[in-house]
């Protein structure tokens, strides 16, 4: 059987599950974040709802930049960025840890919904794909912008000696 001394010092559940639901100290619920800028000021972060997700996989790294509709950027990160070195940067594992890097940064933004573009045919653009899905972002399309050659524009005359 508890004794009384131990049941008075021992919180309560209730008050444990209150605590670890409210907000931090000085945030207002409905409110976005404050962030900090480099010269100490405070600034609300803009909340972006939707945007797009760059993917730019190569044989030697994977890119990856989350933008706004209009282009501006949120947050980028790459493998080499991610600690990945050698030819373990363009490898599908190093393109999911860089998801979930980029991810946690745009996380403030609130961005939910992606149409992502594909850039390149690296083995990360796959594994980029799949992270993205797996980490909090709805994928809404997905479009491959790499370039295809087309042979060129004509070659000069035969040099005649």
């Not at 508890?2 to 670890?20: L, R, W």
Request: aromatic letters at 4%; glycine letters at 10%; charged letters at 25%.
């Amino acid at each position: 059987m508890i004794d009384e001394e131990t049941k008075i010092d021992a919180p309560a559940t209730e008050e444990v599950a209150a605590a670890a639901e409210a907000p931090k100290a000085g945030a207002k619920p409905g409110k976005p974040e404050k962030l900090m800028t480099a010269k100490g000021k405070k600034r609300t972060a803009k909340q972006v709802p939707q945007g797009r997700a760059y993917i730019h996989a190569s044989y030697n790294n994977t890119i990856i930049s989350l933008t706004d509709p209009n282009g501006n950027l949120l947050a980028w990160a790459s493998a080499g960025n991610c600690g990945f070195k050698g030819p373990k940067k363009a490898t599908p594992y190093a393109a999911s840890v860089v998801v979930k890097k980029v991810s946690e940064k745009a996380a403030v933004y609130g961005l939910r919904d992606v149409h992502v573009l594909v850039t390149g045919i690296g083995n990360g653009r796959d594994g980029a794909l799949r992270a993205l899905n797996g980490n909090n972002l709805n994928v809404l399309s997905i479009k491959d912008t790499t370039p295809v050659a087309h042979n060129g524009c004509r070659p000069r005359r035969a040099r005649r000696v």
